[in-house]
């Protein structure tokens, strides 16, 4: 460790908050430099774990407490809250703050995560829930990092070793309608250009095995430009620009499932023996793309936000956007050919996307966290 001890200790729990520490760190570290900010105590064989949280923990200015929705709740090995085990290192490290009154503990609710109540923590950390929560959400973290930056850069004033980066602010709250609009585009063009790609699979075979493997990997092939083109957006969108490339990778990956998955439904309803006309094709095409948008809508979610609940959400507003995206296309849309393909699939990308970031946005706003 520096033999400067560190301004601001970020608390949090690995099994929960391990990713939003992380960013948070980063964000920190930009701000105040690295050797300001501090993440993880060092344990050496042979330390005494309470003594040296205790120094470290104390010799710092400001305790950020990041909570995720199980932050009072999450058990040990023993079947009962971490918290109340008495020498539980988050708890350790909050009450040494809170036993300071020249440390200020700021808690930070992420994923959705809420205060929680007194009567659900050991006695010695009641005192949490009366300190003022801010909230860190997904939808809008770059304003909110920098609404703690700036709640930092006065209570650092003076601070010895401190020296804040100065950089633009977001003079407001990043619109919705800006966020919404970003996103539909690139779902809509992404799936344009899946829809074109789908022309190079001709899905034709003399039996009805070749059928379905062709007819599964023209899906796959198609829905791939979505998942990463999605992948890519949230990464830019979020200013993690160092993770592009491995988000890009799993958004390959997921859009790939997405088409194998609703091309495997398709193709095994349309192509098995059976007379079947075309009002149960147009049905096994809707069961496909419904599913299609499932794995889209959990791909989404996660995205989002990668703690909590919102990839379920998405799962069923991925499904709905993708039943009521081919349902038009059955009504409304007939015809073969290039054009009509990269249209449909640009159509339906752009419902089901709509769908999951609409649902998503309400349920942030249900929960006091929409921008």
Same mark, same amino acid.
């Given at each position: 460790?520096?033999?400067?001890?560190?301004?601001?200790?970020?608390?949090?729990?690995? =099994?929960?908050?391990?990713?939003?520490?992380?960013? %948070?760190?980063? &964000?920190?570290?930009?701000?105040?430099?690295?050797?300001?900010?501090?993440?993880?105590? =060092?344990?050496?064989?042979?330390?005494? +774990?309470?003594?040296?949280?205790?120094?470290?923990?104390?010799?710092?200015?400001?305790?950020?407490?990041?909570?995720? /929705?199980?932050?009072?709740?999450?058990?040990?090995?023993?079947?009962?809250?971490?918290?109340?085990? $008495?020498?539980? +290192?988050?708890?350790?490290?909050?009450?040494? *703050?809170?036993?300071?009154? !020249?440390?200020?503990?700021?808690?930070? %609710?992420?994923?959705?995560?809420?205060?929680?109540?007194?009567?659900?923590? /050991?006695?010695?950390?009641? *005192?949490?829930?009366?300190?003022? &929560?801010?909230? %860190?959400? !997904?939808?809008?973290?770059?304003?909110?990092?920098?609404? %703690?930056?700036?709640?930092?850069?006065?209570?650092?004033?003076?601070?010895?070793?401190?020296?804040?980066?100065?950089?633009?602010? =977001?003079?407001?709250?990043?619109?919705? &309608?800006?966020?919404?609009?970003?996103?539909?585009?690139?779902?809509?063009?992404?799936? *344009?250009?899946?829809?074109?790609?789908?022309?190079?699979?001709? /899905?034709? @075979?003399?039996?009805? &095995?070749?059928?379905? #493997?062709?007819?599964?990997?023209?899906?796959?092939?198609?829905?791939?430009?979505?998942?990463?083109?999605?992948?890519?957006?949230?990464?830019?969108?979020?200013?993690?620009?160092?993770?592009?490339?491995?988000?890009?990778?799993?958004?390959?990956?997921?859009?790939?499932?997405?088409?194998?998955?609703?091309?495997?439904?398709?193709?095994?309803?349309?192509?098995?023996?059976?007379?079947?006309?075309?009002?149960?094709?147009? $049905?096994?095409?809707?069961?496909?793309?419904? *599913?299609?948008?499932?794995?889209?809508? #959990?791909?989404?979610?996660?995205?989002? $936000?990668?703690?909590?609940?919102?990839?379920?959400?998405?799962?069923?507003?991925?499904?709905?956007?993708?039943?009521?995206?081919?349902?038009?296309?059955?009504?409304?849309?007939?015809?073969?050919?290039?054009?009509? @393909?990269? +249209?449909?699939?640009?159509?339906?990308?752009?419902?089901?996307?709509?769908?999951?970031?609409?649902?998503?946005?309400?349920? !942030?706003?249900?929960?006091?966290?929409?921008?």
């Amino acid at each position: 460790m520096s033999t400067q001890a560190p301004k601001v200790f970020i608390s949090y729990r690995r =099994e929960e908050t391990a990713g939003h520490a992380g960013r %948070l760190y980063d &964000a920190m570290a930009a701000q105040f430099g690295e050797p300001n900010v501090f993440m993880d105590v =060092e344990m050496e064989p042979g330390i005494d +774990f309470v003594e040296r949280i205790t120094e470290v923990v104390g010799a710092c200015h400001v305790l950020l407490v990041v909570m995720g /929705p199980k932050w009072a709740t999450l058990e040990g090995a023993r079947g009962q809250a971490r918290l109340a085990e $008495s020498q539980d +290192f988050v708890r350790l490290e909050v009450e040494t *703050a809170l036993d300071r009154a !020249d440390v200020t503990v700021i808690p930070l %609710l992420v994923a959705g995560a809420h205060m929680p109540q007194p009567e659900e923590l /050991p006695e010695r950390l009641h *005192a949490i829930t009366r300190r003022n &929560a801010l909230e %860190l959400s !997904d939808v809008r973290w770059r304003y909110d990092v920098g609404r %703690l930056e700036s709640t930092l850069a006065q209570l650092l004033r003076g601070q010895t070793g401190v020296h804040e980066v100065v950089t633009e602010r =977001e003079p407001r709250t990043p619109s919705v &309608a800006q966020t919404v609009i970003e996103v539909l585009v690139v779902a809509a063009a992404a799936g *344009a250009l899946g829809g074109l790609l789908s022309r190079l699979v001709d /899905p034709s @075979s003399p039996d009805e &095995a070749g059928r379905v #493997v062709k007819t599964i990997a023209q899906q796959a092939l198609t829905w791939v430009p979505v998942g990463a083109a999605l992948a890519i957006w949230f990464s830019v969108w979020r200013g993690e620009r160092r993770s592009t490339v491995a988000r890009a990778g799993t958004g390959l990956v997921a859009g790939a499932l997405a088409g194998a998955v609703g091309g495997a439904i398709y193709s095994v309803g349309v192509y098995l023996p059976g007379d079947y006309s075309d009002a149960t094709t147009r $049905s096994f095409r809707l069961l496909a793309v419904t *599913a299609i948008g499932a794995v889209v809508g #959990v791909f989404v979610g996660r995205l989002w $936000s990668p703690s909590g609940w919102r990839g379920a959400a998405g799962l069923l507003a991925g499904a709905g956007g993708g039943a009521l995206a081919q349902a038009i296309v059955n009504s409304s849309f007939r015809g073969d050919g290039t054009w009509h @393909s990269v +249209f449909a699939v640009g159509f339906r990308s752009f419902v089901i996307v709509g769908l999951v970031i609409g649902t998503l946005l309400a349920l !942030d706003a249900l929960e006091g966290g929409a921008p």
